[in-house]
């Protein structure tokens, strides 16, 4: 069966098995866009560079909301039909297994977010700006790709848009120019990234940067920069304290954008996370917040889910970390938070299976607190030397590559000094509530 023939086109992952794409993996995206804010109007160059894993004749994209103008593949015009969140391409010239090739889409259109059982996902619009955020789905609501977790590329993004307007983008900026009207602001984001890490933030900004181990940089409006300087001010201390315990931050930096907007809850991209202007209150009042979406930057982005099903490794990862930065900075013992987290749970319907949470359950927050749980249940069992030393471990074995709740355990059994399949069977295998660790 060839890459493109019906049931070939899916990622065969369980949960999403429409999005992704057999045949191939992408190695890097090449994305330039050009955007006009008033009418919303984006025209955008998307170049693919892959390797084929099997011979092609044909091979999908994921791709929705936006007309393929023109498609090549290594240069040469290709056939090319979109069918829902598709765009098939059939090449002059079949593709051998085995070999890298490049795909050209150029698009434009109207952006519109995904609908998805999650709300709708990817390209957004504000009053005066655009916010991207694509968890699980949204991305090819602006750009084609392969729309899976595994499939890990590099990435180089080049937006152009009006000069009134700052882009901030996942990755370094590499250069900006400005011409006329307009401005150009060029991105390379060197590490493997997913395609739902990738995002852009347009908006009319003020930018600020705070001096740290890390360099940090901020875009929010000019009217809450005064409050979000004392948010975000101890997010130094937290990258050196999650730094001493998982090990090295793993990326060059790390930028925060506040949209100019009310956010349901802020999400993390690959070195960037997004919040809105109602987690901003010159109180610290949101900073529990601001510590998981760091702890994503480890747990998730660098260390990404190979499958939608291993989700509490991302979220059950961060919310523990929650209730580290809460005893390190305030002195709020771990085991007030894991009282409270248990109590919460108990009080819920026990029907979650943490290692196989269902498609439905894929965000539901008993995967946050049972999975920080989790963990506490394990340190409870290792002790803190053994306990960190795996998390190292952990975040240095898998660093910037993708990870299964099976890969945790058989690392976790390596550093535990008798058996531990009772303590995960309770906990990620069956949906009854174990008693809370202590």
Known sequence: MKAGEPGASTSHDAYLPQNGNGGYRVSHYDLELDY??????????????AVSTQALSRLSLDFRGLRTARVTVDGRAARYVQRGAKLHVTPARPVQAGVAFVVEVRYLGSPTPVPSRWGEIGWDYLDDGVVVASQPVGAPSWFPCNDHPSD????????????????????????????????????????PTPTYLVSVQIGRYGAFAVNSPVPQRFAAPTRITSAARHDFGRQGRMIEEFSRLFGPYPFPGYAVVIADAELDAPVEAQSLSVFG????????????????????????????????????LNEGFA???????????????????????????????????????????LFD????????????ALRSILGDPAFFTLLKTWTTTHHHSTVTTDAFIALAETHASGPLTALFTRWLYRAALPALPT
């Open 36 to 49: 006009r804010v008033g009418p919303g109007r984006l025209s955008g160059r998307a170049r693919i560079s």
């Open 277 to 312: 202007t109602n987690h901003v209150d010159g109180r610290r009042g949101s900073e529990y917040l601001v510590a998981h979406e760091l702890a994503h930057q480890w747990f998730g982005n660098s260390l990404t889910v190979a499958e939608w099903k291993h989700i509490w």
């Open 152 to 191: 890990k590329a590099t990435y180089r993004l080049s937006v152009t848009t009006a000069s009134a307007y700052l882009v901030e983008a996942t990755g370094q900026l590499a250069s900006l120019r400005s011409a006329a009207s307009t401005s150009t602001w060029e991105y390379v984001l060197a590490a």
């Open 365 to 376: 927050d008993r995967v946050y607190l049972r999975g920080a749980l989790t963990l506490h």
């Open 319 to 361: 919310t523990y970390a929650e209730w580290l930065w809460s005893a390190a900075a305030d002195g709020v013992p771990i085991d007030t938070h894991a009282r409270r987290a248990w109590r919460t749970l108990a009080a819920q319907p026990q029907d979650l299976v943490l290692a196989d949470p269902t498609t439905e359950n």
